[in-house]
């Protein structure tokens, strides 16, 4: 197995719909942005089941190429962190959407009932169609909005996550994160307690700046121009 291939592109792209994304300063004020597919994913190498530590190192040697901003989303928001911490001169700000770096609040009733929730669903495995629907809208995905039937990509993801380790299990690097002096961004959905209860956190531990987008439940980055804008902002704070 290799380390996961980023695809780029020559300007900003619109919506973030990957797990990790690094953003780089280019000629004339624009920028280049490079979309990181995790491992088992889109043209990545194939593996049996993600990994939060796995993917962290392939992102920290992406970022370690040249100084970025570092975008990640959901399970790649928690890649994101762990990554930010090891390359913390790679890096320029740190944005974070909905991490489900449930592992800091495991006591919390209301996280307790869904990592619980989780873990009877893969008890019972079900068909990996079933799974992904299912996950989504405990996650706060609309699952309308998945295809029938589900594309070969799409269930080779649902087998991924299945045999994968949970993000709950991260160890999540607080003291280096807030140590390190650039911008951080922490963004929820406003439409989940317990993504609330991770983001509010970090917010506080990082220091974070914290933002809530409504409308598009946890697939935030959906919402293109309000989320890109405030990126911007974010990322002009990177050098005033």
Not at 17 to 44: E, K, M, Q, T, W
Not at 52 to 70: I, K, N, Q, R, T
Request: glycine share 8%; charged share 25%.
């Amino acid at each position: 197995m290799g380390t996961a291939r980023p695809a780029s592109c020559p300007r900003p792209r619109r919506r973030f719909r990957c797990a990790g994304g690094v953003c780089r300063d280019g000629a004339a004020g624009r920028a280049r942005l490079i979309l990181v597919n995790r491992r088992g994913f889109g043209a990545s190498p194939a593996v049996e089941g993600e990994d939060f530590d796995v993917d962290a190192g392939d992102l920290a040697e992406v970022l370690a190429e040249e100084p970025s901003h570092l975008v990640g989303h959901s399970y790649g928001g928690v890649v994101s962190l762990i990554a930010a911490a090891q390359v913390p001169g790679a890096v320029k700000s740190l944005t974070v959407f909905e991490p489900p770096a449930f592992g800091l609040l495991a006591d919390h009733p209301e996280v307790r009932r869904f990592i619980d929730a989780i873990r009877a669903m893969l008890t019972a495995d079900p068909p990996l169609d079933e799974f992904l629907r299912r996950f989504a809208a405990l996650v706060g995905v609309d699952p309308s909005r998945l295809p029938i039937p589900l594309p070969d990509s799409l269930l080779r993801a649902a087998r991924v996550q299945m045999h994968g380790r949970w993000p709950w299990d991260a160890v999540i690097p607080l003291e280096a994160l807030a140590f390190a002096t650039w911008p951080k961004l922490v963004v929820s959905g406003g439409h989940s307690r317990i993504f609330d209860l991770v983001c509010d956190l970090l917010q506080r531990w990082l220091p974070a700046r914290r933002e809530v987008f409504r409308g598009a439940g946890h697939s935030i980055p959906r919402l293109g121009d309000p989320v890109n804008e405030c990126l911007a902002r974010l990322w002009a704070s990177s050098v005033s």
